[in-house]
């Protein structure tokens, strides 16, 4: 796979975005016409600059509104484009794409579309170069790639093929499997991007909301079976218009694209065993369960007394590090008070099993993951980590039946063993800066083989929060890996580190009211649901009286589906921290979404009058 990226894919000056995209190891580029504009270098200085940093100038772009016209206007026409093909010559580039027209357009006929690009390709030709022909999904006569091929095999002229562009295709809900029949050597050029489904005008789609692959509703690995089984050899190229990537760190999109492409080659080449030359990234399993979770802190201790009183073990302190280990049942939670001068105590790491750690650090090698260090003794259990888009760690360890893992060892002085008053980690809910989210999804499904099963979004008094759930199949102990992830609505983006919408470890346990009783008993300060809710409790769903005075007491939410029932608790917020507790009956697999704006409500008046005291 030869790769490219179009310079509007991210932020920055031309020669910025060359810097980028060579950095993150893309072979080549589209250059974006307004880029060269705006660029005070020469168009022999931009070629210098792509030569030097090993990378291609793939493609100029755009060349717009060329078909369909009068003879007057197609004169126009040709002198704009016999301009650019001299530029792009110039550069080095060796293909100009040009758009179906959407504003001159007055001549509805393919014979005249296909003269007008005959004329262009001879144009072109005299400049040693050729046009890649794309059809815009909001063309006003040509919006259809199989009426752009038809033209294209009407001009017949060698130096005039078809660009195929998976957004123009999808957004239109147009069946690519009329690709196989375009002879790959017509196919002069491809463009590829993702996005999320949405009702919208497809312009405004594409113009705003397009996402690199892997991180929206397309199906990219069918669309690429038949590009490549029409036999397409080109570069693999990403065209990806979106406001985030354009106001963000150059480089670290380029990087976020090219892990993107690479996890798009995997995907392709194990649906298609059939197509040669393609690579696939080292095999790894969904992680099997949540191995730990890691508190960081410069003071744990109002977290040691949180867990204390729910009736978890403390464990001891590591051999060598300010680091304990507290446990319940196969729920194992470190705090961590090394290098965390000033820090309130907030969500650090997570681990992972997974049943091959030595396939998932390949894995992440060969996608460019940055790695997370830590000093580690020659006696100590080495434990592969990389850093998410955030700044969470990422940890993996060899999944096993044989009770704790290894690591647990090093902890020293701890507690006999209590009764566990959970089975194990249900859930991790992190908090993602905006710029972040489509990058962390992107990460997690790349890397761990994690999918997005759902998207919502949750009301709070500060506007409204978007969530995105990622999740792996059960693991043979009934164990799944589930991450909420959330962005905050820009009222609460300024607060620093998202401490005004706290990240929450979710525990599953057999009987929360016992739970949320045992740990009153011991002073635990759990979150205060406000009566309102269980009225409406009472009015929404059929309740034993008894059952209902007996959640209200406690403080416990309720949810039913038709697959069962779903009991959760809170625990007050400490820092940017809070537990969660909850009780699966039957198949439910949410998470209780209709009570997370009460949960956020109640919460923004506990920090309220934790402030006024």
Sequence with gaps: ?????????????????????????????????????????????????????????????????????????????????????????????????????VATATIDDDDTSAAQLRALGDAAARHGVRIAFEALAWGRYIDDYRRAWRVVELAAHPAVGVCLDSFHILSRGHDPAAIRDIPGERIFFLQLADAPRLELDVLSWSRHHRLFPGEGSFDLVDFMGHVLHAGYTGPWSLEVFNDTFRQTDAARTAQHAHRALQWLEDAVARAFPDLPGLSMLPDSAAPSGVDFVEIKAEDTSAIEVQLAQLGFTSR??????????????????????????????????????????????????????????????????????????????????????????????????????????????????????????????????????????????????????????????????????????NVAPPALAGHGDNGALPQHIAFTCDNVRALVRGARERGLDTLRMPPNYYDDLEARFDLDPAFLAELRDLSIAYDRDGDGEYLQAYTATVGQVFWEFVERRGAYDGFGAGNAGIRLTAQRGSRQAGAGR
Excluded at 382 to 407: H, I, N, Y
Excluded at 417 to 422: K, N, T
């Design 1 to 101: 796979m030869r790769t490219s990226i179009a310079t509007v894919c991210v932020s920055g000056t031309l020669v910025d975005k060359l810097h980028a995209c060579a950095a993150a190891g893309f072979d080549g580029v589209e250059v974006f016409e307004p880029d060269l504009i705006a660029a005070p270098e020469s168009p022999d200085e931009i070629r210098a600059v792509a030569e030097r940093l090993g990378l291609t100038l793939d493609l100029f772009q755009p060349l717009r509104d060329v078909e369909g016209v009068d003879a007057e206007e197609f004169a126009r026409v040709l002198r704009r484009a016999d301009a650019k093909f001299a530029l792009a010559a110039r550069m080095g580039i060796g293909t100009v794409l040009c758009c179906s027209n």
């Design 316 to 485: 001891g302190r590591h051999r060598t590090k300010p680091v304990t280990l507290w446990t319940s049942g196969r729920a194992r939670i470190v705090l961590n008070e090394q290098h965390a001068r000033g820090a309130v105590p907030h969500l650090a790491a997570i681990g992972f099993e997974v049943d091959d750690a030595a396939a998932v650090s390949r894995r992440l090698a060969q996608l460019g993951a940055p790695r997370a260090w830590r000093r580690t003794y020659a006696s100590e259990e080495r434990l592969d980590a990389a850093v998410a888009p955030g700044g969470t760690e990422v940890f993996w360890t060899q999944a096993s039946d044989a009770g704790d893992p290894a690591w647990t060892a090093e902890f020293e002085h701890g507690e006999q063993l209590r009764p566990p008053v959970v089975r194990g980690v249900d859930h991790v809910s992190m908090t993602q800066p905006w710029q972040e989210i489509d990058e962390t999804v992107l990460f997690y499904t790349a890397a761990f083989g994690l999918r997005a099963e759902s998207a919502t979004e949750v009301p709070s008094p500060d506007g409204l929060v978007q969530s995105r759930v990622l999740a792996g199949p059960p693991s043979a102990m009934g164990d799944r890996v589930r991450l909420p992830l």
